[in-house]
């Protein structure tokens, strides 16, 4: 009985590979089912190798098992469908490039181990109420280098810049500088204070970058959730000619759209968050939520732009991505979405997951076609 209980929580568990999570903790069971899926894989494993041995509830228990060992290997099985065409597709989009780290997705380096390299802190900005700093990971190849600033997500009132380091370690590895940024939060700061802190933050950096031996004319914005929301804008605002791509995980592009159709209340009150980042209701504010749109601000002198996204995102819907695929499209900008079937948000979370495997290598890419 007990095998058979295990067996039936995992097939479960394993629904949240080709499913939305319908609840806050189911979602971050989703991130581990989706991009550690060799772990339940093994106790999948184990429970039909137990089953072999106990007469007990044998049959339903190697049915559910073998359906629920299907569902946790078809992430790793997507992720070889999408890196089969994904570097003809970045090529199309973004010209031919090469990229020094083998396949886009392989099954061993699920097991790889995380790189952390080391990060300097720097006060980029000063007001009468706050200080906000920078971690700066610099290039491990020596030269002048691109940098990439980094600005994470949280909803625009929680997170810093430590977050998610490893994709910061790893870009500094491979030859790029990373400036992972805090910004000014809501509820306190509304849009568009944090845009106004990135392009603080790029005069900073441009500034600092005799010292820290950045090529000032070469720096790309890579937001996560709400921070890819406040670097679209700002890629899309300031029309700083040194900023040669913008690098968008998931993140909301049309927050009229967005507001118009609220996630799950079991996941996030959605409409309570954006009223908190732009002053209240679209009733009473409908302007606000047109000027935090960064669709809306595409034009054909954009810089290119690398969308990422999960269809199982529960926080922002991939429809958001979507939508400003499409527009980027209108405009004639160099642009690719890299669609993600199993994965929800956050999935970057494992950098060796499959979608983790998959956008480091798209990241790569854009990094290169951009900076050359």
Request: glycine fraction near 6%; proline fraction near 6%; charged fraction near 15%.
């Amino acid at each position: 009985m007990v095998k058979l209980g295990i067996s039936i929580i995992l097939l479960l568990v394993s629904l949240l590979t080709i499913l939305p999570a319908p609840a806050f903790y189911l979602w971050l069971l989703a991130i581990a089912a989706g991009e550690y899926p060799w772990i339940f894989i093994a106790l999948v494993l184990v429970v039909i190798f137990i089953n072999f041995k106990t007469p007990a509830y044998q049959v339903p228990t190697s049915i559910i098992s073998f359906a629920a060992l299907l569902l946790f290997i078809s992430p790793i099985a997507r992720a070889y469908i999408v890196s089969a065409r994904l570097n003809d597709n970045l090529s199309s989009a973004f010209g031919d490039q090469t990229v020094q780290i083998g396949k886009p997705f392989a099954y061993q380096n699920l097991f790889k181990a995380k790189f952390t390299s080391a990060y300097k802190s720097f006060t980029y900005k000063k007001t009468d109420r706050t200080k906000l700093t920078l971690d700066f990971y610099p290039s491990l190849v020596e030269g002048k280098k691109p940098c990439v600033i980094v600005i994470h997500g949280g909803s625009w009132k929680s997170g810093d810049g430590k977050q998610l380091p490893e994709l910061n370690s790893y870009l500094a590895e491979q030859g790029y500088h990373v400036a992972a940024i805090n910004y000014r939060l809501a509820p306190a700061y509304q849009n568009p204070a944090p845009v106004e802190d990135v392009r603080d933050a790029l005069h900073f950096l441009k500034e600092k970058s005799g010292e820290l031996n950045i090529d000032s004319t070469r720096f790309i914005l890579l937001g996560r959730s709400a921070g890819a929301q406040i670097a679209l804008l700002a890629g899309f605002t300031l029309q700083d000619p040194d900023v040669k791509g913008i690098i968008d995980f998931y993140g909301p592009a049309d927050m009229v759209w967005g507001y118009s159709l609220p996630s799950n209340p079991l996941i996030m009150d959605s409409r309570k968050v954006m009223e908190d980042y732009l002053g209240g209701s679209y009733n009473s504010h409908p302007q606000n939520f047109e000027r935090s749109s960064p669709l809306l601000y595409v034009t054909k002198k954009s810089p290119p732009t690398l969308l990422i996204h999960g269809k199982n995102d529960v926080l922002v819907a991939y429809e958001h991505s979507r939508r400003l695929n499409i527009q980027l499209g209108k405009k004639h900008i160099k642009h690719f979405l890299l669609t993600l079937p199993w994965a929800t948000h956050a999935f970057d979370y494992n950098l060796n997951g499959p979608g983790g495997q998959l956008s480091t290598y798209a990241v790569l890419y854009f990094l290169k076609s951009v900076t050359n």
